[in-house]
């Protein structure tokens, strides 16, 4: 289960891009692991309380991509597992590209 599905990822009408994804709280690590479906399944190492899994989400991608937090937003889906992301300042391709090589290389963050 690796690489990104066309799918997952296209252009913001405001610019940058919007990610879909599959957010899976409460694993034993925070990972970008890869495709699922037409999103990206992200594990994170956190419970989905109190914003708190959104929180961990955006700090992940912003690591991974090396953006600041700021250029992560939670667009939709704040209290659901599938969610979409507005990553400013990288278009869909680069976007496309970081993911794909954060999930070849399990980008991980230590659990918090």
């Known amino acids: 289960m ?3 599905p066309e799918t997952a990822v ?3 009408p405001s610019g940058g891009s919007v990610l ?3 957010v899976v709280p409460g694993a034993s690590r925070s990972e ?3 495709g699922h479906g037409d999103r990206v399944r992200i594990a994170l190492a956190v419970p989905a309380e109190k914003g708190g899994a959104n ?3 955006e700090l992940l991608l912003a690591e991974a ?3 600041t937090r700021r250029s992560i937003t939670i667009a939709s889906g704040a ?3 599938e969610k979409e992301v507005l990553i400013s300042g990288m278009g869909p391709e680069e976007l496309r590209e970081k993911l794909s090589a954060a999930a070849g290389g399990k980008h991980r963050r230590a659990k918090k």
């Open 55 to 57: 929180r961990a989400l």
């Open 32 to 34: 970008i692991v890869g």
């Open 2 to 4: 690796s690489g990104v």
């Open 65 to 67: 991509l090396n953006l």
């Open 79 to 81: 209290t659901s597992p």
């Open 20 to 22: 879909r994804v599959k």
């Open 10 to 12: 296209r252009p913001a």
